[in-house]
């Protein structure tokens, strides 16, 4: 077994060897230029993010952003970023289609062992956040952890285990508060009510850009 195979499959490693660092490297030059960019030419930065990350879909993500290789996250189609989010891609990270990111999330797929004699040592479990989910500011997510369709993740939250589908869960470590439901296609926050006279002038708005 190779040391990049021991990293994809869980085992400890270390990633000094097999031409990790240079390519380590190499994303680090392609994440400055894409940090750098001019955010007059959105054209550009949607090419360089092809070249930066796995395969994904048309994404946008507002730079400043951080990884390891970026090659192995993979993102939906639809998917916002916000600034300063950091990703420690060392194990794979799958980010479905349409997934709001506020600013300043991490994930990270790395970790060290607990016991001190061991700790040079690492090892990966992947995460994966599933199809229309929200994460907020501030949001860590941890090695190993699923994030299930439709959820929303409150900000500054700790996430250390799976969370279901169509769940609201926050905290430290993070926790399902409640589930989505019918409430919530009435009222958009607290007692603001949802109202479709409001939206079809929202969308009017919307149409006229020069404005």
């Avoid at 993740?153 to 989505?180: F, L, M, T, W, Y």
């Avoid at 007692?191 to 409001?198: M, N, S, T, V, Y």
Wanted: aromatic share 8%; proline share 5%; glycine share 8%.
């Amino acid at each position: 077994m190779t040391m990049r195979e021991r990293i994809m499959s869980g085992k400890l490693f270390t990633d000094e060897c097999e031409g990790l660092p240079e390519e380590r490297t190499a994303a680090k030059k392609r994440m400055k230029a894409f940090n750098d960019s001019s955010p007059e030419n959105p054209a550009k930065r949607t090419e360089m993010l092809k070249e930066m990350l796995g395969k994904s879909g048309n994404v946008w993500i507002e730079p400043p952003f951080y990884f390891c290789y970026g090659t192995h996250i993979y993102i939906g189609e639809g998917s916002y970023i916000n600034f300063n989010c950091n990703f420690i891609d060392d194990g794979i990270i799958t980010i479905g289609k349409r997934v709001m990111f506020g600013a300043a999330v991490t994930i990270a797929t790395v970790g060290h062992p607990i016991c001190p004699d061991l700790r040079e040592y690492m090892y990966t479990a992947p995460v994966t956040i599933e199809d229309n989910c929200w994460i907020g500011a501030n949001v860590t997510i941890c090695p190993g952890v699923t994030v299930g369709k439709n959820s929303v993740i409150g900000a500054g939250s700790v996430v250390i285990h799976d969370i279901p589908e169509n769940s609201v869960a926050a905290g430290n470590p993070c926790k399902v508060i409640r589930q989505i439901d019918e409430r919530d296609s009435r009222y958009y926050f607290k007692d603001r009510k949802i109202d479709q006279a409001d939206l079809a002038e929202e969308a009017e708005l919307r149409k006229n850009k020069d404005i």
